[in-house]
């Protein structure tokens, strides 16, 4: 922006009153700049002809230092070898440039990063709901799925509904609670206690094992109930199968004359 002294009176006015644009000798100086920043910024690594600097520090494929070199030189080397010339450190002074293919280490970047992905654990947290006046029947059921989950490495919010009369008689919610903490004590411990929120009362249970453990030992289980078929049913080809006969061989007549 130009200072007020290189402006006519009438341009000051019209300067203070916006932005516009003056034909003649202030133009430059007055006219705003009307280009909008935009544009995808790209994240992948410059390579080979991208990279626009004068000179850079090498690195050879098995991680040796070169030194500094220029850029046409590094690129002869990079074609020489049958390498890319890839720019590690693009913000260092002079940028930092690896001899390498570039397709591979790309491959290798993605598979390391599917498999962070694969090993990552997520905390998944299981609602089950009960009333305190539930039966027997739907008590063994609900416990089951409680069961299953924490075999599975999930933690479970167990969610006691009071309805009309039942919220005078809190400690029926909270004697199931217990009770059914009890049950699954072997795979899983009481990690929030019971308490009061609003008309339901809730308790956290949360596994005794992780879930990478947890996943581990399904697996496991399933890997050997594979087998397990596949040997039964093996087994059960073996019985079906006919039996080979023992066949006879012809051997000398008993009742032929032994002068004969």
Not at 59 to 87: C, F, H, M, T, Y
Not at 155 to 162: A, D, N, R
Not at 184 to 192: I, K, M, R
Request: proline share 6%; hydrophobic share 35%.
């Amino acid at each position: 922006m130009c200072t007020p002294a290189c402006m006519s009176p009438v341009a000051s006015v019209r300067a203070a009153r916006g932005p516009i644009f003056v034909v003649g000798p202030w133009r430059s100086c007055l006219a705003e700049d009307t280009s909008k920043p935009g544009g995808h910024i790209s994240t992948e690594l410059r390579i080979n002809d991208r990279i626009r600097v004068p000179e850079v520090r090498l690195v050879g494929p098995n991680g040796e230092q070169v030194g500094v070199v220029r850029i046409d030189d590094a690129l002869r080397l990079a074609q020489e070898s049958d390498l890319d010339l890839v720019e590690v450190a693009p913000t260092a002074r002079p940028p930092v440039c690896k001899l390498m293919d570039y397709g591979k280490f790309k491959y290798e970047t993605a598979q390391k990063a599917r498999e962070s992905r694969r090993n990552q654990t997520n905390t998944v947290i299981k609602e089950m709901k009960l009333r305190p006046k539930i039966d027997a029947h739907d008590y063994e059921t609900k416990k089951g799925h409680v069961v299953r989950f924490l075999r599975q490495g999930d933690k479970v919010k167990i969610t006691i509904m009071f309805r009309g009369r039942e919220q005078h008689r809190p400690e029926l919610g909270f004697r199931l609670l217990q009770r059914l903490a009890e049950d699954v004590t072997e795979l899983g411990f009481v990690e929030s206690t019971p308490r009061q929120d609003g008309r339901n009362m809730t308790m956290v249970i949360g596994p005794h094992k992780k879930k990478s453990e947890a996943k581990a030992e399904v697996k496991a289980e399933k890997v050997r109930v594979a087998e397990q078929r596949a040997a039964e049913r093996a087994a059960e080809e073996a019985d079906r199968a006919p039996q080979s006969t023992i066949v006879k061989q012809p051997g000398r007549s008993e009742n032929l004359d032994s002068d004969a």
